[in-house]
């Protein structure tokens, strides 16, 4: 029988092959006669050098004759016979072989080799106890791109007490640290051939190990990179399925990452290792910011497959997420808590119950669909259901997670609501509540609970008309009851601004208060609030609008709002507001209209100095710029000011204020401007606090 094998690949690294030859059999025999021979494995040719004849026969006994296959300086020498009788032995002989040629065969369990190996291998009694002797010597061997070093391993079948003894060892000659040659790897052992159950039992002594090397077997759980292991383990029970058990210290263990919060420490502390089973003892977690968490827990295994997590961590101000949208499509972001953390089950399957409280620089995002922009401010964020992105899919999903989260949020956390994720419509607020959070392993969302807010903010956008910021009133609160796309708002918010009254008195020229009714200049500002509330439902709000004169005298209010009596004008008067800066004449007074181009130019320039204060608040992080311009109009002077705050003494001590020039155009005076607040917590919990 004549036959032809070939194979090809259209990788980068040519991985081929030709081989033709022929086949004979006879009665008592099969002789396999090799013609052609070429081998590429990782751009390297191999070629058939010697006997080309193999043969087999009636008694199971394969027979080679000096077969030699050879690359420039690489041999591969295969002499002897694969036989039922022990003591027939076979031969292979390795000279510079280079390891990355096994890398087609072993990438799919997740090994990368490199360096070379030279010796020599026996193997007897293939057919019943498999017995062998070495004496193989490795040059710069690297693991998954951990460096191991050079080594030997050597092994020798006593015939008389029908077992091979095993030692060998790996140290250091890689570069900068040749001057560490101490063995960092040594083991010693025996293997049983005729015991099946319990044939190994070898001692394994590592000395500052890399961690990295260990990567395959925590695939998809940790990420480990820097750092390495010192102690001792013993390997007992068959080669499919060894018993492990021993003790391992980590030191110097950095960046080392869990995956699924994408989150990245230095650790610290002991590994306990059963059959079966990986116990963390007392290990100590440090981020980036120097906070720290204690974890106690177990990684259950089947040799090492269908692995099971049972760990317990409980931490202080500790970053416990640090995921973008594309990691995870359900929930994102940074999480800084102090709290514990349960984190159990299969590693398809996991469930994590948590029970926290935010701390400072909390920034959890909760996408309700697909987001087009993450920004780095926020607690909880929501983007608006777009039909377009329904079949878009993150790298990570929540498949197969539970989470059952039990969070008290604090004002150290961030709540950032986006409404129009391209208009920029959003609400940014701190406040207090305890909210509960639900993912099953389907994939579901509810959230529960009342967050109360305590200070905030709402950039209300109409449009690219207006774009106006508006303060949140202390009280205004969200509630979730089931779905996150359901939630219940009550939300009151001011835009504060000064302003001319006089438009609701044209017929005083000078002083409005010359009949004793208004109390004021006609040219004089006051302060005014345009309040916006929205309420019911958080996906679609309800919007009502009012007018607050908070310093002005009860006349003059009263003959304010007595304009302001109807909802036509009271709408009419919000948007002149927010257009304009000013009011304008009632229409119980005049039929005049919006000035459509002093309109654009007020917004144009409100909207220029929100894009400059977000262009400022990058610069740093540790105060707040913000500048603000008002153009001058028939009865507004022309206004610029540059705000500043800050938080001193670990957030106790809070300033903020603001300076500025009133110009007046016509009269071509100015007039310095400002104020300052200054807030002091007499108590660790900012419940009794000074403020001036």
Not at 285 to 305: E, K, P, Q, S, V
Not at 476 to 482: L, T, V, Y
Request: glycine share 8%.
């Amino acid at each position: 029988s004549d036959f032809l094998l070939t194979w090809d690949n259209n990788s980068q690294r040519k991985n081929s092959g030709e081989i033709d030859g022929k086949l004979l059999f006879t009665k008592s025999s099969l002789d396999l006669d090799l013609g052609k021979f070429l081998i590429y494995a990782e751009d390297s040719l191999w070629q058939m050098t010697g006997n080309d004849e193999i043969t087999m026969d009636s008694s199971s006994t394969v027979n080679f004759h000096d077969l030699i296959f050879a690359n420039n300086n690489q041999l591969v020498k295969i002499e002897g016979k694969i036989s039922k009788n022990p003591k027939e032995q076979l031969l292979i002989n390795f000279q510079n072989f280079k390891l990355n040629q096994l890398n087609p065969l072993v990438k799919r369990d997740g090994v990368d080799l490199q360096g070379s190996l030279t010796g020599t291998a026996n193997f007897a009694d293939l057919y019943s106890q498999f017995v062998f002797t070495t004496a193989l010597e490795f040059k710069k061997l690297v693991v998954n791109s951990t460096p191991i070093g050079a080594g030997e391993i050597n092994s020798f079948f006593d015939k008389n007490k029908n077992l091979v003894s095993l030692n060998g060892f790996f140290k250091r000659d890689f570069g900068k640290i040749t001057e560490s040659m101490y063995n960092n790897i040594r083991f010693d052992g025996y293997y049983y051939p005729s015991v099946k159950d319990t044939s190994i039992d070898i001692d394994l002594h590592l000395y500052q190990f890399a961690v990295s090397a260990i990567q395959p077997l925590v695939k998809d759980i940790f990420t480990l990179d820097k750092g390495t292991v010192t102690g001792n383990i013993n390997i007992k029970g068959n080669l499919s399925k060894p018993a492990i058990s021993g003790m391992l210290e980590l030191e110097d263990v950095t960046n080392f990452k869990v995956d699924y919060t994408n989150t990245v420490y230095d650790a610290k502390g002991k590994i306990k290792l059963y059959p079966g089973q990986i116990e963390f003892q007392n290990i100590i977690l440090t981020d980036a910011y120097r906070n720290t968490a204690t974890i106690w827990g177990d990684i259950f295994h089947d040799n090492f497959l269908n692995m099971k997590l049972d760990f317990d961590i409980n931490t202080t101000k500790f970053m416990a997420l640090n995921t973008t949208a594309l990691q995870n499509s359900t929930f994102y972001g940074k999480a800084f808590c102090t709290g514990n953390i349960g984190l159990y089950g299969p590693v398809n399957a996991l469930t994590f119950d948590i029970n926290a409280k935010t701390d400072k620089g909390t920034q959890f995002i909760v996408p309700l669909a697909g987001p087009g922009e993450v920004s780095e401010n926020g607690y909880i964020r929501f983007v608006k259901i777009d039909s377009a992105n329904k079949n878009n899919t993150a790298k990570n999903d929540a498949s197969g997670i539970k989470l059952n989260l039990n969070l008290e949020a604090t004002p150290d956390a961030e709540v950032q609501i986006i409404l129009d994720d391209k208009g920029g419509d959003a609400i940014k607020a701190r406040g207090r509540g305890n909210i509960s959070m639900n993912i099953n392993t389907n994939g579901n969302f509810d959230m529960y609970g009342i967050y109360t807010i305590t200070e905030g903010s709402y950039l209300f956008t109409l449009q690219n008309v207006i774009n106006k910021k508006f303060d949140i009133d202390e009280g205004s609160s969200i509630r979730w009851s089931g779905s996150p796309y359901d939630a219940d708002i009550n939300i009151a918010a001011s835009y504060k601004q000064r302003t001319s009254l006089a438009p609701f008195f044209p017929e005083q020229t000078n002083d409005a208060g010359a009949s004793g009714s208004s109390g004021g200049s006609g040219s004089k500002r006051y302060p005014v609030s345009c309040k916006l509330y929205l309420k019911n439902k958080l996906m679609n709000p309800d919007i009502t609008f009012g007018v607050e004169l908070p310093t002005v005298s009860e006349v003059i209010r009263s003959q304010v709002m007595g304009y302001i009596n109807n909802e036509q004008e009271l709408n009419r008067q919000v948007f002149s507001l927010l257009l304009l800066g000013s009011f304008v004449t009632p229409l119980q007074l005049t039929s005049t209209g919006i000035n459509a181009g002093n309109a654009a130019t007020s917004n144009a320039t409100e909207m220029l100095s929100n894009q400059l204060n977000g262009m400022l608040s990058k610069f740093t992080k540790a105060f707040n710029l913000g500048f603000n311009y008002r153009p001058s109009s028939a009865l507004s002077n022309e206004e610029i000011d540059v705000a500043l705050s800050t938080q001193l003494f670990n957030d106790k001590l809070t300033i903020d204020g603001n300076i500025g020039v009133n110009n007046n155009v016509q009269q071509k005076t100015s007039t310095l401007i400002g104020d300052l607040n200054v807030d002091y917590k007499l108590t660790k919990e900012g419940k009794v606090h000074v403020k001036a």
